[in-house]
C-alpha cells in the first residue's frame, strides 16, 4: 500500500517496456528539481573521466535521461525508438567498427544488461586503447539492501551465483545487484576472463539523495530547494559511506592488452 501510494502519479499503471512510459519518464526528471540535480551529477561524473582525443562517445541506455547538455557530442541510444535517441541497440551486439569509441557510458543500466559478459566483450572490441567504460549503478552496502529489497521495483539479488539472468523485458529483466557482484564479489573472475578492461575506480556515493527524490517511480519526498542541504549532509557521512551507500562511480580503462 505504501509502494502505491508513492508511486507517481504519471506512471503508476504504465508498463515498464512501454517505450511510452519511458516519454513520460522523460518528463518527470525535467518537472522534478531534486531529480534533475540527481542526473545533473551523474553525467558531471561521466564527464569528468571522459579520455580527450579521437573517437565517438557512446551513452547506452539513454531512456529518459538528458546526457547531451553535459556531453553534446554524446551519441545517445536506447532497446526502442523513442525521441531524442540517435540509435536503436543492444549492449551485447554495439553497431559500431572495432576501436570506434572513445568511451561509452551508462547510468544506471548495466544491471539491466542480461548478457554481461557479451557487453564486455562488445566494449573491449568497440573501444580504442585508453578508451573509458563509465558507470554510475546500484550498489550493495548494509543500507541499500534493505532499500533495494523493500521499495523498489527492480529485482536484487546479491546472492545469484550467475552474471546472467532471462531477459524478460528491455527494462523489467533486472538484477539491482549485479554491478557489485561483478565488480566486487566476483571481482577476480572478471579481472581473469577480461584483462584488457582494468578497473580504475569504485567510489560508493549518495546513501539518501535518490532516495530522497523518490527516483523516477515514486513521488519526490523532499522539495527541489534542498537539495543542497541533504548534499552537504551526505558530505559528512563519508566516513562511514562503505555502509551506506545506494550507487557507485565506475571507471574502467580500455588497455592495450
Not at 545533473?40 to 538528458?66: H, N, Q
Not at 566476483?186 to 579481472?191: G, M, V, W
Request: proline share 7%; charged share 25%; hydrophobic share 40%.
Amino acid at each position: 500500500m505504501l509502494k502505491f501510494l508513492l508511486n507517481h502519479p504519471l506512471t503508476r499503471y504504465c508498463s515498464l517496456d512501454d517505450p511510452r512510459t519511458t516519454e513520460l519518464r522523460r518528463r518527470i526528471i525535467r518537472e522534478k528539481v531534486f531529480l534533475r540535480r540527481i542526473y545533473e551529477e551523474w553525467y558531471s561524473f561521466a564527464a569528468s573521466v571522459l579520455p580527450s582525443g579521437d573517437g565517438e562517445v557512446l551513452e547506452v541506455g539513454s531512456g529518459a535521461g538528458f546526457i547531451k547538455e553535459i556531453i553534446p557530442e554524446a551519441i545517445t541510444s536506447e532497446v526502442f525508438p523513442c525521441s531524442g535517441v540517435d540509435k536503436v541497440l543492444h549492449a551485447e551486439v554495439l553497431p559500431f567498427q572495432n576501436e570506434e569509441l572513445r568511451a561509452i557510458v551508462m547510468i544506471d543500466v548495466l544491471h539491466h544488461v542480461s548478457q554481461p559478459r557479451a557487453f564486455f566483450r562488445e566494449a573491449i572490441r568497440c573501444l580504442r586503447p585508453g578508451g573509458v567504460l563509465a558507470m554510475v549503478e546500484p550498489w550493495v552496502t548494509p543500507w541499500s539492501s534493505l532499500v533495494y529489497r523493500n521499495l523498489h521495483h527492480e529485482p536484487f539479488r546479491p546472492d545469484a551465483t550467475e552474471w546472467e539472468f532471462p531477459s524478460e523485458g528491455p527494462l523489467t529483466g533486472a538484477n539491482s545487484a549485479l554491478t557489485w557482484i561483478i565488480f566486487e564479489r566476483d571481482r577476480k573472475e572478471f579481472e581473469s576472463e577480461f584483462p584488457r578492461l582494468h578497473i580504475c575506480s569504485l567510489q560508493p556515493v549518495m546513501p539518501f539523495l535518490y532516495l530522497l527524490s523518490g527516483g523516477i517511480s515514486f513521488r519526490s519526498l523532499m522539495p527541489g530547494w534542498s537539495y543542497d542541504i541533504w548534499r552537504n549532509i551526505e558530505k559528512g557521512l563519508r566516513p562511514c559511506i562503505s555502509k551506506i551507500a545506494m550507487f557507485t562511480y565506475i571507471t574502467i580503462e580500455r588497455t592495450e592488452a
